[in-house]
């Protein structure tokens, strides 16, 4: 299989609904999947991810802008010669065909040789695990091999490019943790570059080279899992990827690397280099919930003082809501022995971390 780049060029897709009139899914996107990556679009409902994966696959015509898949301008290209392989949100398999004949569809469509068919076959099931599920039908499959026999399907053509539309969401836990593993590792060995869309964070975190987050209609930032936790561009990415803390400070001072900011009437120092920062500038921090420390009440003069209003054990860590004197945080503990765990209404000491707290450049004027 040949792997290819991919670029969308500000790209538009409108929609006409009855009641509100012209909707606007996908709008002005300029994005590029780099050769063999795995790229994951994700953001909440109606965010226009799902729509953004139609146009790329020609099932949705744009309004705007162009397509290419490699070289090739593909915008005006029917879907069946654009070279991809979709998997479908419900895996669209074909109720009445065996698995064998499920994934020997496009092969015939493609006028193979009987031959040729039954060894490419085999290939791809031995490949998705499904060795020996050939005479299968669809209803006899569990969830998870429905799913492995819609990949099978989809890359036993050789596509340029392979597309995957919230191919897990109809798996429980457990096997959806199993299958974006398989998933991956297919990806990785067969080197095609992937389109991935989900609404859940932690899976694109797990499976994806990058992501580009998008709300609206426009994507707000791309960048590998580390980089949108750690540096998140937005309130809204800083927000939708992972647990998070939004805090207003005041600027009070500004130094080469860092900053003294007024939080709350203490005061804190944050690293920085944003040469824009100056005394009297308001702007919110990022602070994510394992960085913040909690101590017994009175024993530091450099704390806020808090109460916890719930405790969520969740086996690895306790996930708390402390209530101070000008927001509620979120604080993650890890590893909680019993005798650590605080229960509501517990009066504590709040110790924001030395670094780890990100400045969102919103402030940049």
């Known amino acids: 299989m040949t792997s290819v780049a991919i670029r969308l060029d500000h790209v538009s897709a409108q929609f006409q609904h009855r009641v509100k009139g012209a909707i606007t899914a996908v709008d002005d996107i300029r994005l590029e999947v780099r050769e063999g990556e795995l790229l994951t679009l994700l953001g909440p409902s109606g965010c226009g991810k799902t729509t953004t994966l139609r146009v790329l696959a020609g099932f949705q015509e744009l309004s705007a802008g162009r397509v290419f898949i490699g070289d090739r301008d593909v915008t005006r290209v029917e879907a069946n010669d654009r070279g991809i392989g979709f998997v479908f949100q419900n895996y669209a398999l074909f109720p009445h065909l065996s698995v064998f004949e499920n994934v020997a569809y496009g092969l015939r469509v493609q006028r193979m040789p009987g031959s040729g068919i039954e060894r490419a076959v085999k ?152 040469g824009y920062l100056r005394p009297g500038l308001r702007i919110k921090l990022v602070i994510r919930p394992e960085s913040i420390e909690i101590a017994a009440a009175g024993t530091t003069s450099v704390s806020f003082p808090g109460k916890v209003i719930s405790c969520t054990y969740l086996g690895e860590k306790c996930e708390y809501l402390v209530e101070t004197a000008e927001t509620h945080l979120q604080i993650t503990k890890f590893n909680p022995q019993p005798s650590e765990r605080l229960m509501p209404g517990t009066v504590i000491d709040v110790l924001l971390p030395s670094d780890g707290i990100q400045i969102l450049e919103e402030a940049k004027p």
């Open 123 to 274: 290939e791809v099931l031995s490949m998705a695990g499904l060795a020996g599920y050939e005479q299968q039908m669809p209803h006899q499959l569990s969830g998870g091999e429905q799913q492995r026999v819609a990949v099978a399907r989809a890359i036993i053509i050789k596509p340029a490019v392979l597309l995957f539309d919230e191919p897990l969401s109809n798996l429980d836990a457990k096997l959806r943790v199993q299958m974006r593993g398989e998933i991956r590792s297919l990806q990785k060995q067969l080197g095609i570059t992937t389109v991935y869309v989900t609404h859940d964070q932690e899976e694109a975190m797990a499976i994806s080279d990058r992501i580009a987050v998008m709300d609206k209609g426009k994507i707000a930032q791309v960048g590998d899992a580390e980089e949108l936790y750690r540096r998140p561009a937005s309130e809204f990415v800083a927000r939708f990827i992972g647990r998070t803390n939004i805090i207003n400070a005041l600027v009070k001072a500004v130094e080469d690397t860092s900053i003294e900011v007024d939080i709350a009437g203490r005061r804190h120092c944050v690293a920085s280099s944003g």
